[in-house]
């Protein structure tokens, strides 16, 4: 029986958790917060990419987020300076688990923190000689430092500095790329914003740049992958079993080279459609290459995946697709024997950014599990029209929620896994409920990828049956039993 509500009980849920707002409030949430229909319905569409109300506390990030945080951090052989005050870059630095070879503070920065540490008489006089200044001492202090990215951050866009200016200038000095990105954070309503205005300035400063004389049929880039806790590798596993040949990572364990060369591949694989699909349809029209969405959450997805990449290719790939998930089949049978049993029947809510929200659901479903709510912190129309088919009728779909709303829908649900970020994570173990931090695995992974799906059985087995929860009971239940408003 399945443990998803039907569209009544969701609807009503919904009108009974926004009764508290007042009438404005109350019918500006009302477009964002629906029950699911498969078939994607205008009624039922949700509302997204508008700005949060203010006032209200919910899970977004910003603009340079999007941009240093997700796209160019990654980025292993360059330095990345948050242009503004410190705070931004520390709140950023090392928080995303990019995983990334390399000697730290020779051909790897992405552990590393460089700021330009705005002061009052900074924003008061400019800061484009400090910027200048530092790009300066960067290539002295780190020579094999392939280029240098600028982070800018809002002071930046408020007071007028010329960033693109002194990157010019820089580079024609150091001789290394020096990029500016604008992303100051109050720019759009969400890190939505920040990922297009990074893909924007690699495609008009580093794309198609350089040459490269090795080619073959079956080059590929793997797009929208950020390597947290390994799954760029996990990936590139997989693809290198098909035949082909991996020739850019965009952007996790990457290098500014293969951003430069990407226009030689003969098709881009996209994890992240959110983050990345603005510079696939770049190359696309610039370049005349293809690119394929896939999803390497869980065994029903890695395969349904390989077969998609494998159609655009010859009968060699397809052959070494099939005979690679042959070799497969024995390890994914062993992660269902060991714990589907006891993951059978459980149920998820989630709330993520990016691509989770919808990629993990085929693998909880792989483990027996069901999914019965699921949003996006700063997903657009096309993020959502993607899930609609993933979910059962009546699963509910909440986009940019107020903290209130998730924990409200989590009381009435009782799901027996939330998955979310690290700012709901401390809320939903006060409220007694097992919790998996979704954004960067919660200090594990990989998640993608064939030994992947082995770590998140795992990771969702020890959250869920960990036997710490018996040994408690939040203050607001009698009996176990979970009292609602």
């Known amino acids: 029986m399945s443990a998803t509500p039907t569209r009544e009980q969701t609807e009503a849920m919904i009108a009974d958790v926004l009764e508290v707002y007042p009438a404005k409030a109350k019918k500006e949430r009302a477009r964002h917060l629906k029950p ?16 949060s109300r203010p006032g209200v506390m919910t899970i977004r990030g910003c603009a340079y987020a999007g941009s240093k945080g997700v796209v160019w951090g990654p980025v292993k052989d360059v330095v990345h300076i ?4 410190v705070g931004c870059g520390q709140y950023s ?8 070879r390399g000697t730290v503070g020779v051909d790897n920065f992405v552990p590393m923190q460089f700021t330009s540490d705005f002061q009052e008489r900074d924003v008061v006089f400019g800061g484009d000689k400090k910027l200048a200044k530092i790009n300066q001492e960067i290539a002295e202090l780190f020579p094999l430092a392939k280029g240098i990215s600028i982070q800018s951050e809002c002071p930046i866009g408020l007071i007028g500095d010329d960033i693109e200016a002194v990157a010019r200038q820089s580079a024609k000095e150091l001789g290394i790329p020096v ?12 890190q939505s914003l920040g990922h297009h205005i990074a893909n924007d300035s ?3 400063w580093v794309l198609g740049t350089r040459d490269t004389t090795m080619q073959t049929p ?9 390597n947290i806790g390994g799954d760029a590798w996990a990936s590139r596993k997989i693809l290198e079993d098909m035949g082909l040949r991996v020739i850019a990572q965009w952007s996790g364990d990457g ?3 293969e951003l430069a060369t990407t226009h030689l591949a003969k098709l881009n694989v ?10 696939c349809r770049t190359m696309e029209e610039r370049y005349g290459i293809p690119w394929v969405e896939y999803n390497f959450f869980g065994p029903t997805k890695i395969v349904e995946s390989m077969r998609r990449i494998a159609e655009f290719f010859d009968d060699t790939i397809r052959e070494r697709t099939e005979a690679a998930i042959a070799s497969y089949q024995a390890k994914f049978d062993e992660v269902r024997e060991r714990y589907g049993k006891r993951l059978a029947g459980k149920t998820v809510m989630l709330l993520v950014g990016g691509l989770r929200p919808r990629h993990t659901i085929g693998a909880y479903e792989d483990l027996g599990m069901e999914v019965i709510g699921t949003g996006y912190e700063f997903g657009h129309g096309d993020d959502y029209t993607r899930t609609y088919p993933e979910l059962k009728e009546g699963a509910v779909l909440y986009d940019d929620p107020t903290a209130f709303e998730l924990e409200e829908f989590a009381r009435r649900l009782r799901p027996d896994l939330m998955g979310a970020g690290v700012k709901e994570k401390y809320v939903f173990h006060k409220m007694g409920m097992p919790f998996r931090q979704m954004h960067s695995w919660d200090y594990s992974g990989p998640y993608h990828g064939v030994e992947g799906f082995a770590v998140f059985a795992r990771d969702m087995d020890i959250a869920i049956n960990n036997p710490s929860w018996n040994l408690f009971q939040p203050p607001w239940t009698r009996s176990g039993e979970v009292v609602t408003p």
């Open 36 to 51: 699911n229909d498969p078939a994607g319905s205008k009624e039922c569409a949700v509302k997204s990419n508008v700005k």
């Open 82 to 85: 948050s242009h503004g005050p």
């Open 93 to 100: 630095w090392s928080t995303r688990r990019n995983y990334s």
């Open 179 to 190: 990029v500016p990105v604008r992303c100051e954070g109050f720019r759009g309503v969400s």
């Open 202 to 204: 690699i495609r008009d």
């Open 218 to 226: 079956y080059d590929v880039a793997l797009i929208g992958d950020y």
């Open 255 to 257: 290098t500014i080279n």
């Open 270 to 279: 996209i994890h992240c459609y959110r983050s990345m699909n603005y510079i």
